[in-house]
């Protein structure tokens, strides 16, 4: 049954969730180090280039889940924010972190995820092998973590 989304056109902070992560990470080892310098507020978000309306986020996905479908249903009697988006200038700055995926293969790598685990795959071994493809591939761009 194809999926209603109330509000196609919202812009929002995409990422995946290995990228937060690999942030937190970098700060907990700066709060050990220095913990006055690195106390205060953060953001690990993604390159602008990234912050995507819903939509344009499920014409990535639904190609990669078999039988995926959307349609812009009803309007949200709720306040949204039609554009949310983070600034990790400060993490950027004086943590060295940056985004390592792409919106786009963050957006495999959750399809993939999500493929592995519908037919009962060891979760455990597959997500460790998306951590360590994380892992190289920054190693590989040169980012700090």
Not at 45 to 54: A, S, T
Not at 82 to 101: C, E, I, N, V, Y
Not at 108 to 117: G, I, L
Request: charged share 20%.
């Amino acid at each position: 049954e194809p999926l209603g989304v109330r509000s196609p056109n919202a812009t929002r902070p995409w990422q995946h969730v290995l990228e937060p992560l690999s942030g937190y990470l970098l700060l907990a080892e700066a709060l050990c180090e220095r913990p006055s310098a690195a106390a205060g507020a953060w953001n690990f978000g993604p390159n602008l280039e990234d912050v995507r309306p819903v939509s344009w986020v499920l014409d990535a996905l639904c190609p990669l889940v078999p039988g995926a479908s959307w349609h812009a249903g009803s309007a949200s009697v709720l306040h949204e924010a039609a554009l949310l988006s983070l600034d990790s200038a400060k993490a950027r700055a004086q943590l060295g972190w940056a985004p390592t995926w792409t919106l786009r293969e963050a957006i495999e790598r959750t399809a993939e995820w999500y493929a592995r685990w519908r037919p009962g795959a060891d979760m455990s071994a597959f997500t460790l092998s998306q951590v360590e493809a994380f892992r190289s591939a920054r190693q590989r761009a040169g980012s700090a973590g």
